[in-house]
């Protein structure tokens, strides 16, 4: 079984600029999340898909944007990169079924620099 | 609205020491309630999770956690720390949605001198 991978593993990029982030999720799993972690901070809740729809947005503008695939990857797409968004990418999976909130998988993250 | 505070954000223990990380959520709804470890340069990694069953939760690594609802805890243990077990670890609440998402802590960071 594979897990949930990320792509790329660090990308560096300058203010103003478009950045593309990809993920894979784990076989099986419908559902996609993706999180910002700062340096020195816990995971913040980006937006999350299931089934290709968003079903879920954090605290963050609007030139933050995704995409999920009918294969169930994602696309984490940010526009006109600011300083503070230099940070570690998170996406995880998890297959959504109603009831308990089943386990999310995380990858290992793609870390952003913006300069 | 769900939150989660981690008290410590570094936590030192000596090798073969009692290992003991607090966490305290506030949730106005019955809580779901997860312990993240985040190794140096790698993604999140699940210890245990408490899904509203038994209120004692073993973990891998030998961890294990304790709901308190009284108390809104939910501290991570282990009694012997190993040098492996350095890292950083992460509390995270969600709702019982089916769609809920996590709310993180900001993170101890556990040193373990030998």
């Known amino acids: 079984e594979t897990g949930v991978t990320q792509s790329p593993t660090h990308l560096i990029k300058t203010r103003g600029q478009q950045v593309t982030l990809r993920c894979s999720s784990q076989s099986g799993h419908n559902t996609v999340s993706w999180y910002q972690q700062a340096l020195g901070q816990g995971p913040q809740f980006i937006f999350q898909?299931?089934?290709?729809?968003?079903?879920g947005r954090g605290n963050f503008p609007p030139r933050f944007s995704g995409l999920q695939f009918p294969n169930y990857s994602s696309e984490l797409n940010v526009n006109a990169l600011e300083l503070d968004d230099s940070a570690l990418y998170l996406c995880?999976?998890?297959?959504?079924?109603?009831?308990?909130?089943?386990?999310?998988?995380f990858g290992p993250g793609t870390r952003l620099t913006v300069l | 609205a769900q939150s989660v505070t981690q008290l410590g954000s570094h936590v030192s223990v000596s090798e073969g020491a009692l290992v003991l990380l607090r966490c305290n959520y506030s949730?106005?709804?019955?809580?779901?309630l997860f312990w993240y470890v985040q190794y140096p340069n790698q993604g999140l990694q699940l210890l245990l999770k408490y899904t509203s069953a038994a209120t004692l939760v073993k973990g891998i690594n030998g961890f294990e956690a304790e709901f308190k609802k009284s108390e809104t805890s939910f501290h991570l243990t282990k009694p012997s720390a190993h040098m492996s077990d350095a890292a950083e670890y992460f509390c995270a609440v969600s709702s019982n949605s089916g769609y809920s998402t996590l709310t993180f802590g900001k993170g101890t960071m556990l040193l373990v001198s030998p």
């Open positions: 898909y299931y089934r290709e729809e968003e079903n």
């Open positions: 995880a999976s998890r297959q959504t079924s109603g009831g308990v909130p089943d386990t999310q998988y």
């Open positions: 949730s106005s709804v019955p809580p779901y």
